[in-house]
């Protein structure tokens, strides 16, 4: 009776959290949870996708893990390449003239992939047509939706919000990450049980999916767009803005500075790109070739994501208990007495196995971001009370810091295994789901030390005139370290403790050039 009401019970415990969250931060501009809803939706296709993209290429088309790696690479190259682009277009057109278009641009990529065509030549055309589309809008909307959350702060009575507020963007955005994983293997489930296709064939209809978000995504954009009018840029706007803001253009020689400084960030972050994105390549390959297929008991509940989400909201509440005043308060209470409430009857039976299918383990790393905000803003909000608040570029070196220790973890848990097969992907072993969840939390850490901070530091630092192109340049580091993720791709094969190993010691060197350029970056942090 009570898995009948689960799900309706978690919808309404979603409303009032998302209740609760306007009632707690009202100070930030209104136009954040807009622009950020509008992103939620846009990433929840984008994630359904990427969460089976590198099986469906074996699966479909029979790529090894060579021809998957430089196919996985050189799409994450591009989408994240093109904002560049975008950034020089919004610059001169409008940022929101952009982002209208590329969600359009990415509709119709979406519906490209939606069809399934085989896996023969023309079927493999068509899809780089369709990933061509996806890469082109993403370019055009992503980075452009961020530079007008930059702008929502640019007013004086938000200016000390900015950090907390894209914390609190890349939370929401996380949101529709989460919930990919389990939509991509639901209504491929579906797929073949319902409605007779294959395997292969039902991935085109995660892939559709996608259509409907963006969809979803458009509408949010324009029903909440009052809320986010005056930071909208058009040709002329942007002349005039300019024109007033003349003063606060640094001189030649700081314009310069800050280029230069935000230019080592970017060297830097690539190669966070390079390890983080491995949770769409070596990491998927790790949990369906090396990672245990059930799981039973308490540790089961975790891969579902309506259990995860009743701890999203047990956390927030519990936040919200110290925090926040008045009904907002009370929503807290409501939340962690219906989620424990929730969770209680969640607890399956001793000998009740779950399966496991290996996108599933995507959904941890949007899950901690959501749970980590508000621990994260809460602590950076309390070191800034006390004068100790580190400055950005010193979070991006702790952030390179972690992650080289995430890998440091998989390593030590491969002692011993076998290598991998890089044509035929065979199960080789059952290693604990935690051991995976264990990386993806400490993975989780490192971003949000380096990923919100460092676009806000981009948003920040860039000189006026330039600032969409230096939002475009963090997107090219983006790229160049989406395009290194197929090296390990590539050593897939090899004993599994060099490919970790080699991803913890890149993570550890970048760390170390950062601290060593540290007095220089914090000049203009």
Known sequence: ?????????????????????????????????????????????????????????????????????????????????????????????????????????????????????????????????????????????????????????????????????????????????????????????????????????????????????????????YLGKRTFAHVIGTTKKAAVSAKSQEAEIPEENDTKERIVCLCLVFAVVIFFWMAFHQNGLTLTWFADEYTATTSTGIESMMFDVRNLLALIFIVYGLFGLFQSKGLARLLAVVMIVAAVFFLHNMVPGADVETAISAPIFQQFNPCFVVILTPVSVALFGWLASKGNEPKAPVKIGLGMLVAAVAYLLLLMSSVGLPAADPVNHIHQANVGPSVLVRTYLILTFAELLLSPIGISFVTKVSPVKYKGMMMGGWFVATAIGNKLVSIPGHMWGMDLTIVWGTLMAICLLAAIFIFSIIKKLNKVA
């Open 1 to 221: 009776m009570f898995e009948t009401l689960s799900t309706p019970i978690i919808v309404g415990l979603f409303a009032i959290w998302f209740c609760f969250l306007l009632l707690s931060y009202k100070g930030q501009p209104k136009g954040l949870w807009t622009l950020a809803l509008a992103n939620t939706g846009e990433r929840f296709g984008y994630y359904t996708m990427l969460a089976v993209f590198v099986l469906f290429l074996h699966d479909n088309f029979g790529f090894d893990s060579g021809w998957a790696s430089e196919t996985f690479s050189n799409f994450l190259f591009v989408v994240y390449l093109l904002p560049l682009v975008g950034g020089m277009l919004a610059d001169k057109y409008g940022y929101s003239k952009m982002v209208v278009l590329g969600i359009m641009i990415m509709f119709f990529g979406y519906l490209i992939l939606s069809v399934p065509l085989g896996g023969a030549t023309p079927a493999i055309v068509a899809m780089a047509a369709g990933l061509l589309l996806v890469s082109l809008g993403t370019g055009l909307f992503k980075g452009n939706l961020q530079v007008m959350v930059g702008d929502l702060y640019n007013a004086p009575e938000f200016a000390d919000k900015r950090d907390s507020g894209f914390s609190l963007f890349y939370m929401a955005i996380n949101i529709g990450a989460l919930f990919a994983p389990t939509a991509a293997i639901k209504i491929m489930e579906w797929a073949q049980n319902s409605l007779g296709y294959d395997k292969a064939d039902s991935y085109h209809f995660a892939f559709a999916v996608a259509c409907v978000s963006v969809i979803a995504s458009i509408v949010i954009y």
